[in-house]
């Protein structure tokens, strides 16, 4: 089994938050009774603190391929902003560029090469964001990463 597991909550809300490296506003997490051979992460504190958290003690591994998207000019704004400065994004929020940001499909290949390059394979837990865990499901059970959702800490477990 992978377990894709999304950080905590952050001190930053309303708002998307990508690559910018915020904290978790509490760091009251319950160590995790998942049996895994390997826990990696996203580099971003909100992720790798997580981690630390739902496993002490367990050697961390990072994989900077994971870090939240660049959103650009749209970090830290919210819903409205974005669509207010970028209308075709609430139609076609995965064809279009964030200022001076990352394309969704330069993302997809970003989360995938870190697939590659860190090669979980089945036991393992990775902590990362929404957006990096949408991808991974992609990859590993099909499905559309539009429409996936996952709260914070939320674990979703796939056979691979």
């Not at 826990?39 to 990072?62: D, H, I, N, Q, Y």
């Not at 650009?72 to 207010?84: N, P, Q």
């Amino acid at each position: 089994m992978v377990h894709l597991i999304r950080h905590g909550r952050t001190t930053v809300t309303g708002v998307f938050v990508g690559s910018t490296d915020v904290e978790l506003v509490s760091e009251d997490i319950r160590v995790s009774e998942l049996a895994v051979a390997r826990v990696l992460s996203s580099p971003l504190r909100r992720a790798r603190r997580t981690a630390e958290l739902l496993f002490p003690g367990r050697e961390l591994e990072l994989v900077p391929e994971w870090a939240g998207g660049d959103l650009g000019s749209w970090e830290l704004k919210s819903w409205g902003e974005i669509v207010a400065e970028c209308p075709a994004a609430e139609t076609d929020w995965f064809g279009v560029r964030p200022p001076g940001g990352e394309f969704w499909g330069d993302f997809v290949e970003r989360v995938a090469a870190g697939w590659r390059r860190a090669a979980p394979g089945d036991g393992c837990a990775i902590v990362a964001h929404a957006g990096v865990n949408a991808v991974l499901r992609q990859m590993l059970a099909g499905g559309d990463w539009a429409g996936m959702k996952q709260d914070y800490l939320e674990v979703i477990s796939l056979a691979v």
